[in-house]
């Protein structure tokens, strides 16, 4: 029996992608980036890849991770960068 919930597709799938994550992750190391962990990638294609929530097959996963380039990632650690309190700006009491 197939239970209905709120959770984002690519939640039920992040095992089976591991192999996949991996790849990645092989990949960008290729290119000088070997700081990028497996959660890291995983939290970049939730909130930039992901947002909406919607089912998705297993292949169309996989399509989804092996199409994120260095340049995607990027990007979007250097947005949530800027989305990041300033902890250097001068605070007044």
């Known amino acids: 029996m197939k239970k209905e919930t709120n959770e984002h597709a690519y939640d039920l799938f992040r095992y089976e992608l591991g192999p996949v994550l991996q790849s990645k ?45 260095v340049t995607d990632y990027m990007n979007y650690i250097t947005i949530e960068a800027y989305k990041a309190p300033n902890y250097f700006a001068t605070q007044e009491d």
């Not at 909130?47 to 989804?64: A, G, I, S």
């Open 25 to 69: 992750l092989e990949e960008f190391q290729l290119f000088g980036y070997d700081t990028v962990t497996e959660d890291e990638l995983w939290e970049c294609l939730t909130k930039k890849k992901w947002k909406k929530p919607e089912t998705k097959r297993l292949f169309e996963l996989v399509n989804d991770v092996y199409s994120v380039s």
